[in-house]
């Protein structure tokens, strides 16, 4: 694509449904909004800060298994495939398979329109014989993209173990989607966060400098930017834990005293303690997360991991 082609506006295509889930997500019990409305432009700017800070391993460990690997990935998938990316954020870990893999087309998805015009323009400016093609939406309804051709390899891409965001049924099936995309001959590379120690989890969600905490409570502040709601900052703290018995990360908005609130002029009533339910993040085993692939259509074909099994790289082709 050409410098003056890379301004083409994205494929708009779905509403991302962010009042209907704010209601009915502050109506149910227990309460909870789902974590894709964390990625307004100041929660996407707030989410590549987090990735900077020295206790959140995942990007760093991931981003040194691509560069490692990037041979080996071209090696299985060839030259010239479709590269479809699901909820491409910044479009930086990419660029550490471009110049390997040399696709004929990158496909970057994500929820956020702006910040995903300005990471797709920025890309094809450094890359101006790629031909990127940005779509907006939301990436967990069914994903129905531009026409590729058929006789065409399609390989998807999804780091940052953003899978672990998903319920493990609600994975299977989102993994089932992204099979259905790649379709015959087609693959997925997927980065898997590892289960670990406690306290280096812990660690990666309250980091020192209080970055995450801004990202979960920046949810707060697009509610009353965008939902005429008149939340109370300061009346919610941030509580990340890790929850052993299911093996996962969760994120939560605690309210630290009595309150009431308007969300376009629907009232709720919160008590001190009453917690808003924002992000799980489940961690795998490299067996549990291949036999999930596997329910999902897909066969294991290679895996990467760092020396210290912090995270995994895991290459699956479509069966």
Same mark, same amino acid.
């Given at each position: 694509?050409?410098?003056? %082609? %890379?301004?083409?506006? *994205? /494929?708009?295509?779905?509403?991302?449904?962010?009042? &209907?889930? @704010?209601?009915?997500?502050l109506s149910n019990t227990p309460r909870s909004i789902p974590p894709k409305y964390f990625y307004d432009e100041e929660g996407s700017r707030l989410f590549e800060a987090i990735c900077e800070q020295p206790e959140y391993y995942p990007t760093r460990t991931e981003m040194a298994l691509l560069e490692r690997h990037a041979g080996d990935i071209a090696g299985l998938t060839g030259s010239g495939c479709f590269l479809i990316e699901p909820g491409s954020g910044n479009c930086e870990k990419v660029r550490l398979l471009l110049d390997t893999l040399h696709p004929d087309?990158?496909? *970057? +998805?994500?929820?956020?329109?702006?910040?995903?015009?300005?990471?797709?323009?920025?890309?094809?400016?450094?890359? *101006?014989?790629?031909? @990127?093609? !940005? /779509?907006? =939406?939301?990436?967990?309804?069914?994903?129905?993209? !531009?026409? +590729?051709p058929a006789d065409t390899k399609r390989l998807l891409f999804y780091p940052g173990s953003s899978i672990g965001n998903f319920d493990p049924e609600e994975a299977r099936i989102f993994l089932a989607n992204l099979a259905r995309i790649a379709g015959d001959g087609g693959a997925l590379l997927i980065g898997v966060d590892l289960q670990k120690n406690?306290?280096?989890?812990?660690?990666?969600?309250?980091?020192? $400098?209080?970055?995450?905490?801004?990202f979960?409570?920046?949810?707060?502040?697009?509610?009353?930017?965008?939902?005429?709601?008149?939340?109370? +900052?300061?009346? #919610?703290?941030?509580?990340?834990?890790? $929850? $052993?018995?299911? $093996?996962? +990360?969760?994120?939560?908005? /605690?309210?630290?005293?009595? &309150? =009431?609130?308007? @969300?376009?002029?629907?009232? #709720?009533?919160?008590? %001190?303690?009453?917690h808003i339910h924002t992000e799980n993040s489940y961690k795998y085993t490299l067996?549990?997360?291949?036999?999930?692939?596997?329910?999902?259509?897909?066969?294991a074909c290679r895996v990467w991991t760092d020396a210290d099994l912090l995270f995994s790289l895991h290459y699956l082709e479509v069966r």
């Amino acid at each position: 694509m050409t410098e003056a %082609a %890379a301004t083409t506006r *994205p /494929v708009y295509l779905a509403d991302t449904g962010f009042y &209907q889930d @704010v209601i009915q997500g502050l109506s149910n019990t227990p309460r909870s909004i789902p974590p894709k409305y964390f990625y307004d432009e100041e929660g996407s700017r707030l989410f590549e800060a987090i990735c900077e800070q020295p206790e959140y391993y995942p990007t760093r460990t991931e981003m040194a298994l691509l560069e490692r690997h990037a041979g080996d990935i071209a090696g299985l998938t060839g030259s010239g495939c479709f590269l479809i990316e699901p909820g491409s954020g910044n479009c930086e870990k990419v660029r550490l398979l471009l110049d390997t893999l040399h696709p004929d087309t990158y496909i *970057p +998805i994500d929820i956020s329109r702006k910040h995903l015009q300005t990471a797709a323009d920025k890309l094809a400016k450094s890359y *101006p014989w790629l031909s @990127v093609c !940005p /779509v907006c =939406t939301d990436i967990t309804d069914t994903l129905e993209l !531009p026409s +590729i051709p058929a006789d065409t390899k399609r390989l998807l891409f999804y780091p940052g173990s953003s899978i672990g965001n998903f319920d493990p049924e609600e994975a299977r099936i989102f993994l089932a989607n992204l099979a259905r995309i790649a379709g015959d001959g087609g693959a997925l590379l997927i980065g898997v966060d590892l289960q670990k120690n406690t306290q280096r989890l812990h660690a990666a969600y309250n980091d020192a $400098n209080g970055i995450t905490a801004a990202f979960n409570i920046n949810l707060l502040h697009r509610i009353n930017r965008e939902l005429d709601a008149d939340l109370d +900052i300061d009346a #919610f703290d941030h509580r990340a834990f890790y $929850n $052993n018995e299911e $093996n996962r +990360i969760e994120m939560h908005l /605690v309210s630290n005293s009595r &309150q =009431t609130f308007h @969300v376009d002029g629907h009232r #709720f009533e919160l008590e %001190a303690g009453d917690h808003i339910h924002t992000e799980n993040s489940y961690k795998y085993t490299l067996g549990q997360f291949q036999e999930l692939a596997t329910a999902a259509g897909f066969s294991a074909c290679r895996v990467w991991t760092d020396a210290d099994l912090l995270f995994s790289l895991h290459y699956l082709e479509v069966r």
